[in-house]
Structure formats: structure tokens, C-alpha cells
């Protein structure tokens, strides 16, 4: 099958804004999620964007969406050391399963 | 609302024996799915229920895997035999929603996984 692509590791000191960067491929995908995987615990949704959207805001995190390049970045703003966590890309298909990326890992120090 | 539990949530096995793993959605919930995350990776769809009806099983490998969702609620996913690359975290999920459904983002809510580890 055709890869959701992300970078696999980000680092940033607590205080600062994360952005984690998405491609995906399927240019007809309805909807685009981030989802966060803590330690040995299942995957918690975070946001969703539609694809007819350019940006979606939500407390501290801003979704970025550009559909000519399938370009997804998520920015957490004031990141803290409880946001260290794997965080996942995933499209939507057509029969509405999720096709995910293999993650980022995201580290904050303090 | 209660959310997505699976047992076990860990099991050890040799190599050419046979595992089953149980699922219970949502409650209410029309569609299930099993994904398989091999360590490193993300989650990669095994199988896809509506109802009891099965909506895709494409990536399932049914030489050894199989599954089910008798009645539409739990389900339970089987390996047999199983092999060392099936060492994974079983995740299930489930939403609310069916394929025909157009409206608003149906969320896929999940359970914590079943760790299974061939040896």
C-alpha cells in the first residue's frame, strides 16, 4: 500500500511550540487525524481536520492542511514534558479505515 | 461511556501455536476494526466489520488469521499457527458510524491493545 510519511523523531525544550510534519497520499481522503500513543497505552485522538479546511485550532494545537502538496502539520504550542509521546498521522480511506504513518516521537525536555 | 476493552492484554506463546484475542466496542458502536502495530511502526489494518458483516479483510493474512463479530457486538481475532513476525500489539477500534455514513468525522475510538510476543 502506498505510506503516510513523517519525520521519526522530534526534540524540544518544555516551553517552546512543536510542529510535527505529515505527508499522506490519497488526495481524495475525506479526513486527516493526529492521534498520540503514550507508553504501553492505545491511541488517543487528538484532532481532525476535513480536507475542505486549511487550518483547525483546538486549545493548543493548530492543524495546518495543504492539499495541493498532501502536506498535515500539527504545532503544539507550549509544549510540556506530558505531551512526550509518539504521535501518528492517519487518512482516512474510502471504506474509513485509517491508513497511519509510523509516527514521531516526540521528546521535551526540560 | 465505558470505551474499548480487549483481553488479554499481554500473551507470550512459542512459535506454530494458535491465540485468540476478544474485542468489546463501544456500545452502540456499528463498525469494528483489528489493527496490527509491529513495533516501530504504526497501526496497519487487519479487518473491517460492519455489523457482522466483514467491509474489508484485504491485508488480513488468511492462511492463519481469522475473525469474527458473531451478532454484530464483540469480536474475537484468532492466529493459527502463529509465527515470530506476528509479535505485535493487536489494537481494536470501533465507531459509531457505518461506510454510508456522509455526515460529520466518525471517530475510531481504541482499545489498549493486546501485546503478543512469539517466541
Same mark, same amino acid.
Given at each position: 500500500g502506498e505510506d503516510v510519511e513523517q519525520s521519526l523523531f522530534l526534540s524540544v525544550r518544555e516551553g517552546d511550540s512543536s510542529v510535527i510534519n505529515c505527508t499522506y497520499t *490519497?488526495?481524495?481522503?475525506t479526513y486527516l487525524y493526529w492521534y498520540k500513543q503514550e507508553p504501553g497505552a492505545g491511541l488517543q485522538l487528538l484532532t481532525y481536520i476535513f480536507s475542505n479546511m486549511d487550518m483547525k485550532q483546538d486549545q493548543r494545537l493548530t492543524v495546518l492542511l495543504n492539499k495541493k502538496d498532501k502536506h498535515l502539520s500539527l504545532r503544539i504550542a *507550549?509544549?510540556?514534558?506530558? *505531551?512526550s509521546a509518539i504521535y501518528f498521522c492517519a487518512e482516512r480511506n474510502s471504506g474509513y479505515a485509517l491508513n497511519f504513518g509510523k509516527g514521531t516521537s516526540l521528546l521535551v525536555t526540560p | 461511556e465505558a470505551g474499548v476493552a480487549q483481553s488479554p492484554r499481554y500473551k507470550i506463546i512459542e512459535k506454530r501455536q494458535s491465540v485468540a484475542f476478544w474485542c468489546n466496542p463501544i456500545s452502540g458502536h456499528a463498525t469494528l476494526y483489528w489493527y496490527q502495530q509491529i513495533l516501530g511502526q504504526g497501526p496497519k489494518l487487519l479487518i473491517q466489520f460492519q455489523n457482522n458483516g466483514v467491509? =474489508? =479483510?484485504?491485508?488480513? #493474512?488468511k492462511d492463519r488469521f481469522s475473525a469474527e463479530r458473531l451478532k454484530g457486538v464483540d469480536s474475537t481475532l484468532k492466529i493459527? #499457527?502463529?509465527?515470530?513476525?506476528?509479535s505485535a500489539v493487536y489494537l481494536c477500534a470501533s465507531s459509531?458510524?457505518?461506510?454510508s455514513w456522509t455526515g460529520e468525522a466518525d471517530t475510531q475510538y481504541f482499545g489498549p491493545g493486546t501485546r503478543l510476543t512469539v517466541l
Open positions: *490519497d488526495s481524495s481522503s *507550549d509544549t510540556q514534558t506530558g *505531551d | 467491509v =474489508d =479483510d484485504s491485508q488480513l #493474512p493459527q #499457527p502463529a509465527k515470530l513476525e506476528d459509531l458510524r457505518g461506510v
